[in-house]
């Protein structure tokens, strides 16, 4: 039988594309067929793509999108409800990615990694090291927000690999068994007992209504003044000028993201946050590494053939 047909509408990895092939018809992003995917496909498979109902109206045969990663801010999920159209996410497969790069941004504020090179390296500055100091993780107390699939990893291993405690914030995380028994941590109801009494604060949540400058000016001023803010979540949850001026005011050490408002990040945009020498940060790369790639466009792809052919 004929193979399915499947716009892809993304630069993937090329050992994903070749497997997306073994099992589709593919029209790929670059091919000029691929800009008129709205009248003619049933089936796409996108990454950083924004679907709204408009593009749903004009794509009358579309069953099926498949979803490389898990978050879902830019596809109109609800729309997709609407109009019959299955959304395939991959929860779950980026989470040892994500999880090393919140421990990497972590620690790199924790020690100042990327600014001692910066000085080094741009400036030319000779740094005595009776200069430098610190904060050590080991033993902290660490507040995990959101305690989905990547949320879990990071306290695994900050529990596991620093034997450092836990509290954790998530009003939709089921009460009873669950893969949390296998880590020990308290559980807070208010966010603001976590914010109080963690070391570092990383957020795990999806960006949403709910959660949208999640973290602002009084969120930060009922932190420590010790603590680091991670976020490798979505641009967004923290609101950006709250935070430099946070950063500003010394009301917390540092904070490492991955996530931001605009991406990629622009130096003009970013002025005012980067200036401030206890901000590192990335251009949303955490789940980029060959395998975690390659996996999550593969697991996309095996839904949509599943949902397609069963
Ligand atoms: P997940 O769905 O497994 O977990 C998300 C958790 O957040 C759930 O347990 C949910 O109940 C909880 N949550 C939702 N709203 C909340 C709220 N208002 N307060 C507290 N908790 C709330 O998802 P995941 O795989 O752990 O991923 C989490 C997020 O990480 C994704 O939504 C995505 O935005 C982001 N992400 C970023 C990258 C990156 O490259 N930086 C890669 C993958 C995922």
């Not at 003009?268 to 901000?279: A, C, D, G, K, V």
Request: hydrophobic letters at 40%.
């Amino acid at each position: 039988p004929a193979k399915p047909k499947l716009y892809i509408l993304s630069d993937f990895h090329p050992d994903a594309v070749k497997y997306a092939q073994s099992l589709f018809d593919c029209i790929l992003f670059e091919d000029p067929k691929g800009a008129h995917w709205r009248s003619d496909a049933t089936a796409i498979l996108i990454k950083d793509y924004y679907i709204t109902e408009k593009d749903l109206i004009a794509a009358p045969q579309l069953k099926v999108i498949g979803k490389q990663g898990v978050g879902l801010d830019k596809v109109d999920v609800d729309a997709c409800k609407k109009h019959g159209v299955e959304v395939c996410n991959t929860p779950g497969v980026n989470a040892s990615a994500v999880a090393e790069m919140t421990m990497c941004l972590a620690f790199s504020v924790a020690r100042q990694v990327p600014q001692l090179l910066l000085r080094q390296k741009v400036d030319g500055e000779i740094i005595r090291k009776e200069t430098v100091n610190g904060l050590l993780l080991s033993g902290k107390t660490i507040g995990v927000i959101g305690m989905g699939n990547i949320g879990q990893t990071v306290a695994n291993v900050f529990y596991g690999g620093l034997g450092c405690s836990i509290i954790a914030y998530d009003p939709y995380y089921p009460t009873g068994s669950g893969p949390w028994d296998q880590i020990p941590h308290t559980r807070v109801d208010v966010l603001d007992e976590l914010l109080e009494q963690s070391d570092v604060v990383t957020i795990h949540v999806p960006l949403a209504p709910s959660t949208k400058r999640l973290i602002s000016y009084p969120q930060l001023q009922k932190m420590k003044r010790s603590a680091i803010l991670l976020n490798t979540a979505r641009g967004g949850i923290v609101d950006e000028d709250d935070l430099a001026r946070g950063l500003e005011e010394g009301l917390i050490w540092g904070a490492g993201f991955d996530c931001h408002v605009e991406e990629p990040p622009t130096k003009q945009t970013y002025e005012r946050l980067w200036s401030q020498p206890q901000f590192v940060g990335t251009p949303h790369v955490a789940a980029a590494t060959d395998e975690t790639q390659i996996a999550t466009i593969n697991a996309a792809t095996d839904k949509v053939y599943k949902f397609l052919v069963g």
